[in-house]
Each structure stands twice: as C-alpha cells, then as structure tokens.
C-alpha cells in the first residue's frame, strides 16, 4: 500500500473550522484515499473518501489536490466530540485491508 | 442506523486457554474482516472473509487464528491458545462490496486480557 504522511497532532477550538492535512505523494492512479477517525475508546469509524474530485458529506469534507499526491479533510464546525485520531487512508481497489498509520490527534479546546 | 456489534466487550483469559470473539456484521454485508489493535499501537489489519472463507489474510494470522461463520449473522474469531502478546482490542468490520470506495464499518471491539 502506498504510505501517508500526516502530522502527529492538531488543535482546534471548538466551533472553528479544522485543516487535517495528508500527503501521499506516492499514491497510484486506482487508489481511493479514505479517511476515518476513531474516538477514545471506540471503532474506528468512516469519515469520508474520494477519488479525484472533491467529496462532502453531512461529517466533513475532503479537498484533493489536482496531481492527488495530497489531500485535507475539512472539518466545518469542529465540536468536542470531534476530539479522535484521524487517519488518512490510501485504499486500493482491490485490495481487502485498510492500513493504519498513526493519524493525527486532534485536540478541540472549549 | 444499523451497527456492527462485538461480544464481549471485555473477556480475560488465562495464558494457553482457547478464547472465541464474536461479531454480529451489518446484516446485508458481505465482507466481513477482524483487525487488533496493541494498547497505543497502531490499528493492525488481521483476516478478511468472504462467501465462507478467507480472501486475505495478514502475517499476524497465524495458525493459532481462525474465522468463521457459523450461521447467518455471526463472524467469529478464535484464537487457539492465548499467549501474553494476544492482549489487544480486537475490532470486526464489515462491508458491503468488495470494490475500493465501500467503506468498512466497525464495531466498538472486544479488550482481550490474557493472564
């Protein structure tokens, strides 16, 4: 799987909007890019994906760049159930598994 | 909003004694995998199922692992005698495709403890 590059940590104030920012400059032509995040205590837990084009839905939204070797997951309104670690994801398509690095830890401060 | 489910959410076990993980997928998914994650480790991906057996599996996936789905609704992993290094969550998903851009739902995880 091609590899990801995110910072290990952000912090946000809550109903501030939120920049989570992923390289992966190695990403092939067929890889979707997911991200998910996993809160204290829980799953993992899908965000959102995309391919090319940029992509919203009711959680977030996603910004590909246009050579796609980047990517940023825009939170709108962050809130402090927003508090998670957030990977960012290269997925293949035919490939099973989904590779987990080490995300960011975003901190949202009341 | 349909949910994927794990039992136990806490199961302790002693070293060398068999221990059975069970997940209740999304009842109209397909895919079906089981993933570990080691206290402040990453998420590390184990065994993906699929129309009863395995499509892909991971070098953590050793012969003491095994999965199965005994009937419509449960997906269960069994580890066959625990060692010290099986202490982890243990987190089953499921899909409903196989093509990339499905995602994959989780469940909130079994903590294994192993004595």
């Known amino acids: 799987d091609a590899k990801t590059t995110q910072p290990n940590s952000m912090e946000s104030n809550e109903e501030e909007p939120v920049h989570l920012p992923c390289n992966h400059s190695?990403?092939?032509?067929?890889?979707?890019i997911h991200w998910y995040r996993q809160l204290p205590s829980q799953g993992p837990e899908y965000v959102i994906h995309?391919?090319?084009s940029n992509v919203n839905n009711r959680m977030a939204s996603l910004a590909i760049a246009e050579d796609r070797k980047s990517s940023t997951l825009i939170l709108h309104r962050a809130t402090l159930r927003d508090a998670a670690v957030y990977y960012c994801?290269?997925?293949?398509?035919?490939?099973?598994?989904?590779?987990f690095g080490e995300g960011t830890q975003l901190t949202v401060n009341p | 909003e349909p949910e994927v489910t794990q039992t136990p959410s806490h199961q302790v076990t002693q070293m060398g004694q068999e221990v059975i993980l069970r997940c209740v997928p999304i009842?109209?998914?397909?895919?079906f995998y089981w993933y570990r994650q080691i206290l402040g480790q990453k998420v590390e991906f184990l065994v993906s199922?699929?129309?009863?057996?395995?499509?892909?599996k991971s070098e953590i996936f050793d012969d003491q692992f095994s999965v199965e789905r005994p009937d419509g609704s449960n997906f269960t992993l069994k580890i066959r005698s625990t060692k010290l290094e099986d202490s982890a969550m243990y987190f089953c998903?499921?899909?409903?495709?196989?093509?990339?851009?499905?995602?994959?739902?989780f469940g909130d995880g079994t903590r294994l403890s192993i004595l």
């Open positions: 998903a499921s899909k409903t495709q196989g093509t990339g851009n499905q995602p994959q739902h």
């Open positions: 190695t990403i092939s032509g067929t890889d979707y």
């Open positions: 995309g391919l090319t």
């Open positions: 994801i290269l997925k293949e398509t035919s490939g099973s598994r989904l590779t």
């Open positions: 009842s109209n998914h397909l895919y």
């Open positions: 199922f699929y129309n009863n057996e395995i499509s892909e």
